[in-house]
């Protein structure tokens, strides 16, 4: 008899908390994982911990936009919490699978979507509004552990960039394939326009990084080559090469 009962008393169980956590509001939620969700802030949180929206999305002080999410049922196989999200702002948009361990671990699977560099201008090294573009996003993987990126995967492109400091000048297309090894790993390269580019950079640490590499022009009368005057004077190849780094 006892085992009858409990044949029918372990499904009820699991239905009970299966409606328990359909209906547990999302704004506790978020707040019991804010420590995993370093820098980042929601506002005008609805829905429950299965499937929910914030009306914003900050992260370190700049407005993202709109945020959805809806359960991911594989990442319980893995010991993980895990989400699909859709980031939506009009020109801004990124959608992907994020799943979040222990230690403050966030991993991303498959972060895909466009971003305009107007809207990540605080973080560029260069003075406000002194360049446009979009990047394109295609990683296949990126972990940020503590609030620093420790490893990524894919490839990020640039396309319609325009210089708006120290002069105006069309600057074209490149892409970045990226990779995790001893530190992330980028390679770039021109794709087409006024600039020839072949660049290497390293991040470390999640906080210090090195880029070097080459830059020609392809027309010597452009605004482009006035612009690489900035840089000093080529070397016998007519190249430009540079080397630099720093701390994000």
């Known amino acids: 008899m006892m085992r009858r009962g409990l044949r029918w008393l372990l499904p009820g169980i699991a239905a009970y908390l299966v409606f328990l956590g359909a209906t547990f509001p999302a704004a506790y939620a978020v707040r019991w994982l804010k420590p995993a969700l370093a820098g980042i802030q929601l506002s005008d949180i609805s829905g429950s911990v299965w499937s929910g929206q914030a009306q914003e999305l900050?992260?370190?002080?700049?407005?993202?936009?709109?945020?959805?999410?809806?359960?991911?049922?594989?990442?319980?196989?893995t010991g993980r919490i895990g989400y699909h999200?859709?980031?939506?702002?009009?020109?801004?948009?990124?959608?992907?699978?994020?799943?979040i361990g222990s230690g403050r671990q966030i991993v991303v699977?498959?972060?895909?979507?466009?971003?305009?560099?107007?809207?990540?201008?605080?973080?560029?090294?260069?003075?406000?509004?002194?360049?446009?573009?979009?990047?394109?996003?295609?990683?296949?993987?990126?972990?940020?552990?503590?609030g620093l990126l420790q490893s990524a995967d894919g490839t990020v492109a640039l396309s319609e960039t325009e210089l708006n400091w120290p002069q105006h000048a069309l600057l074209g297309n490149y892409l970045m394939k990226v990779h995790t090894a001893q530190g992330i790993i980028g390679e770039i390269?021109?794709?087409?326009?006024?600039?020839?580019?072949?660049a290497h950079?390293?991040?470390?640490?999640?906080?210090?990084?090195?880029?070097?590499?080459?830059?020609?022009a392809r027309d010597a009368g452009s605004d482009a080559a006035h612009l690489l005057t900035y840089l000093g004077s080529p070397d016998q190849t007519g190249q430009?090469?540079?080397?630099?780094?720093?701390?994000?």
Request: proline share 6%.
């Open 109 to 146: 699977h498959d972060l895909a979507g466009r971003v305009p560099l107007t809207r990540i201008d605080r973080w560029l090294p260069l003075p406000p509004n002194s360049i446009n573009g979009l990047l394109q996003i295609d990683l296949t993987d990126l972990s940020v552990s503590n």
């Open 201 to 216: 950079a390293v991040l470390q640490s999640g906080r210090t990084y090195t880029v070097s590499g080459t830059l020609a």
């Open 85 to 99: 999200l859709q980031l939506d702002d009009g020109s801004l948009q990124l959608h992907g699978r994020a799943d």
């Open 189 to 198: 390269q021109d794709t087409g326009g006024p600039l020839i580019l072949q």
């Open 240 to 248: 430009y090469p540079f080397n630099f780094g720093g701390h994000l």
């Open 58 to 77: 900050v992260f370190d002080s700049v407005s993202l936009g709109a945020v959805r999410w809806s359960f991911d049922w594989r990442a319980p196989w």
